[in-house]
Structure formats: structure tokens, C-alpha cells
């Protein structure tokens, strides 16, 4: 069993930058991607972004691009989301996930990941 661990979210001023972490307890052979999702109160889940663990080749969806970074670092089994200029419809619980591998067609999808971190919560003011 995997358990990841997301750390770094709090109560930021629109404008803000924050980054999050997601430590992994270990990776698994097929462990080849990890993701990030947001989900806001009533809305569905949707995809932050998503980096490779062998490469390090990023993904990231079109409502955030420009605005965050995805890193990693092997050694720890961590992985970062680096926002900046955030905008009240940040606001979200913030969750990782690890999984087999995706492509930039595909890595949005939920199916994609196997194990989930318990999320960190993201509330940008105005």
C-alpha cells in the first residue's frame, strides 16, 4: 500500500503563490506519474497538473498553465505544486495522486491513478 501525504495549503490573498508538497511512502514499479486534482465545494474533481517520475515531463491543464510548476524530487518520493498568482477560484482541496503512467491525452483522467493522498485544503481571499 502507498500513502501519500499532501502538506502546504492554507489561507492565501488572492495574488499569493503557494506550493504544496505530496511526499510518498514508497513507488512501486508501476508507479510512473504523479498527478494533482483539485476539487472546489460542489464541484467534480478536476486536474491540476501531473509530472513524470523517470523524466520529469509536466502536464499541466489549460485553467492553470502558466501560473504553476510541477516538480519532483526522487531521492524524497516528493512531489511539488508551486502556485502563483492565485485567484479565488483556486480555492479547493488539493489532492495528488500517484499512478502507472499517462500521456498528455489521458492524464486528466481520474481512472489513471491508483492511490490518493487525503487532500489539503486552498482558500484564496479576494
Given at each position: 500500500q502507498v500513502q501519500l501525504v499532501e502538506s502546504g495549503g492554507g489561507l492565501v490573498q488572492a495574488g499569493g503563490s503557494l506550493r504544496l508538497s505530496c511526499a510518498a511512502s514508497r513507488r512501486t514499479f508501476s508507479s510512473y506519474v504523479m498527478g494533482w486534482f483539485r476539487q472546489a465545494p460542489g464541484k467534480e474533481r478536476e486536474f491540476v497538473g501531473a509530472i513524470s517520475w523517470s523524466d520529469g515531463t509536466t502536464y499541466y491543464a489549460d485553467?492553470?498553465?502558466?501560473?504553476?510548476?510541477?516538480?519532483?524530487?526522487?531521492?524524497?518520493?516528493?512531489?511539488?505544486?508551486?502556485?502563483?498568482?492565485?485567484?479565488?477560484?483556486?480555492?479547493?482541496?488539493?489532492?495528488?495522486?500517484?499512478?502507472?503512467?499517462?500521456?498528455?491525452?489521458?492524464?486528466?483522467?481520474?481512472?489513471?491513478?491508483?492511490?490518493?493522498?487525503?487532500g489539503t485544503q486552498v482558500t484564496v481571499s479576494s
Open positions: 485553467s492553470v498553465k502558466g501560473r504553476i510548476t510541477i516538480s519532483r524530487d526522487n531521492a524524497k518520493n516528493t512531489v511539488y505544486l508551486q502556485m502563483n498568482s492565485l485567484k479565488p477560484e483556486d480555492t479547493a482541496v488539493y489532492y495528488c495522486a500517484q499512478g502507472r503512467g499517462c500521456s498528455r491525452y489521458t492524464c486528466h483522467r481520474l481512472g489513471e491513478y491508483d492511490y490518493w493522498g487525503q
